[in-house]
């Protein structure tokens, strides 16, 4: 008995220090209104509660600066890549040992009366004999890989969106200027008409219509104002701040335009390695590749062996023993896994196929209506909006020494603005193509100013430095093709 209760108490140690290994849970329960109050400070002072950024000018490299730190969209992508990354850290364990413990009752007329019950117990160990805990961990990694390249991804997109929009804003802000000058003009025009009519060279008609065509300057203004407001909003909300820090923009905020297009073919050699949908199916075929080789892995069986004891029911004597085994792979040799393991392969080598037809012909289509935009901001930039100013020029020296009435001095600053309109809403669809090309390529192609590490990702998404010998940190698959280069 004795030595039962020792053994007994070996298992029961053997347990609690199992056991004692367990990770506890820990609530960590969700205040709303803590949030709230976190949140919002946050956005009122992005840089900090020391540094009043609302007065000071709102550059490109501190908006990107604010997308990597606040954007809701990047805090997203990282978290469900630090999900990835913590699975990965941990390598794939040995299976545990499997304890087996219980009673023997004996019964019957021949049956000795020494022990009638008597403890029997067993531990069994189980040897992988293939690499499958190894092709495991390496899965893990490849799927941590493209967490990581996914968000990588998601930040050259978003900065993308940024420059868009930052040259959004930029360019409302200059419709707000054109509109306070031509409502500044129509009130020259109005006086101006006020005069003559004071001299009896024009009529009181004439004069009304000066007053209207000022009051629609004035709504117009009003609107431009409005269109302001909505992109401030918009940029807030990709950088996650508040839209009071997006009002000061530095005086001159945007570049000048590249004086001549990039070279198609140029274009389409940096896209293959900066494209972000081919960097993410880049990575999701290496994790195919990966989950192929475990698949693979899985055929060799495991070994098996445990010792074990027992105590003879009516006799005084301990029985131990060793079990060996092994699964033979007579039948089941894992043929749908690696079957399906090597169908996804080839899904997703389909897709990074199709997906490179549908960007070439999107980067063909973008930089097409690039050369039409930039032609047609030329056109209007150069020789129309040159003319219709001359007009006005010449419609008001008529007016003024009676050559001519007052309605086709009305009609040549309707033309002048209008054109003026025009000019800028030129400007914003030249930007917004090339940012188009940049989007079918991948990456900025001309440089704002002070820009330089603006585009640089979150520190968190560098390449992890796992623990073993086989591991070697993967590269930026958004940036192997520019090194090559």
């Known amino acids: 008995m004795a030595a039962t209760r020792r053994k007994c108490a070996m298992i029961v140690a053997l347990l609690a220090c199992a056991l004692a290994g367990c990770e506890r849970y820990r609530p960590a329960p969700l205040d709303p209104l803590a949030t709230v109050a976190r949140i919002e400070a946050q956005r009122v002072a992005p840089g900090g509660p020391q540094e009043d950024l609302r007065a000071q000018a709102l550059t490109l490299n501190r908006a990107a600066d604010w997308l990597r730190r606040h954007g809701p969209e990047v805090q997203e992508t990282l978290a469900e890549y630090r999900t990835a990354h913590a699975v990965a850290r941990i390598d794939t364990p040995l299976p545990n040992p499997a304890l087996e413990i219980g009673p023997q009752f004996g019964f019957g007329p021949d049956l000795a009366p020494v022990n009638r019950v008597t403890p029997f117990g067993s531990i069994e160990f189980t040897i992988p004999l293939g690499k499958r805990l190894r092709r495991q961990t390496e899965l893990n990694r490849a799927y941590a890989e493209v967490a990581r390249v996914h968000a990588l991804a998601r930040f050259r997109e978003l900065y993308l969106h940024l420059r868009a929009d930052y040259a959004g804003l930029a360019i409302a802000a200059q419709r707000v200027q054109a509109r306070e000058a031509i409502g500044a003009s129509a009130k020259q025009s109005l006086d101006a008409g006020r005069r003559l009519v004071e001299a009896g060279q024009a009529a009181a008609l004439d004069v009304a219509m000066f007053e209207l065509e000022y009051q629609r300057s004035q709504a117009e203004l009003l609107a431009a104002r409005r269109e302001t407001a ?160 001359g007009n006005v020029t010449l419609a008001r020296r008529s007016v003024e020494a009676g050559a001519t009435d007052a309605f086709h001095l009305l009609d040549a600053e309707r033309s002048a603005r209008s054109v003026k309109i025009e000019a800028l809403e030129a400007e914003l669809a030249e930007r917004k193509a090339w940012n188009k090309l940049e989007h079918a390529v991948g990456r900025p192609l001309f440089a704002y100013p002070a820009e330089e590490g603006a585009a640089e990702p979150p520190e968190a998404l560098r390449p992890p430095a796992f623990n073993g010998p086989d591991h070697q940190p993967a590269e930026d698959s958004l940036n192997e093709g520019r090194k090559a280069r």
């Open 230 to 389: 909505d992109a401030e909003s918009a940029l807030a909300g990709l950088l996650g701040v508040h839209a009071l820090n997006t009002r000061a923009l530095p005086e001159n905020p945007l570049p000048a335009l590249p004086p001549e297009l990039p070279e198609l073919e140029t274009l389409k050699g940096a896209l293959v390695a900066e494209h972000t949908g081919l960097a993410r199916l880049r990575a999701r075929y290496e994790a195919a590749e990966h989950a192929l080789r475990l698949e693979i892995s899985k055929q060799v069986p495991d070994f098996t062996f445990g010792p074990g004891w027992e105590n003879e029911v009516g006799e005084r004597k301990t029985v131990l023993g060793l079990t060996l085994g092994i699964e033979l792979p007579l039948f089941d040799r894992n043929h749908r896994g690696i079957a399906e393991a090597k169908h996804r392969r080839e899904e997703v080598r389909t897709q990074y196929e199709s997906e490179l037809k549908r960007a070439l012909a999107g980067l063909e289509h973008a930089h097409g209506a690039l050369g039409i935009a930039r032609e047609n901001r030329v056109l209007l930039n150069e020789k129309i909006l040159p003319k219709a100013e």
